[in-house]
């Protein structure tokens, strides 16, 4: 098993910027990659980003490149998404999630999910 435990959302103004913050605890040598997903009210939940865990390349969604940057720290078994020139549109749960999967992007391909920390950016 895996746990996953997000921190570092929040309210903002947009423009602005926030760091979210993922530890993962447990039998984690397995996992390959980690990534964020995010859920507007009302919406399916849409992949964000993720990166592998050995190799470190990464993957996002269109919308968000050049604005996000996902990234990780092996020895605290980490992963963080700093998030800048934050939009409306970017107001969601963002979820941290971890799959034994090579390229994960669909969220049925991740094993184990955080509990979601709330973004929200204000116009």
């Known amino acids: 098993q895996v746990q996953l435990v997000e921190s570092g959302g929040g309210l903002v103004q947009a423009g602005g910027s926030l760091r979210l913050s993922c530890a993962a605890s447990?039998?984690?040598?397995?996992?390959?990659?980690m990534g964020w997903f995010r859920q507007a009210p009302g919406k399916e939940r849409e992949f964000v980003a993720y990166i592998n865990w050995i190799g470190g390349w990464t993957n996002y969604v269109d919308s968000v490149k050049g604005r996000f940057t996902i990234s990780r720290v092996s020895a605290k078994n980490t992963v963080y998404l700093q998030m800048n020139s934050l939009k409306p549109e970017d107001t969601a749960v963002y979820y941290c999630?971890?799959?034994?999967?090579?390229?994960?992007?669909?969220?049925?391909?991740?094993?184990?999910w955080g509990q979601g920390t709330q973004v929200t950016v204000s116009s």
């Open positions: 447990g039998r984690t040598f397995r996992m390959n990659v």
């Open positions: 999630a971890a799959a034994y999967a090579l390229n994960p992007r669909g969220q049925y391909e991740y094993d184990y």
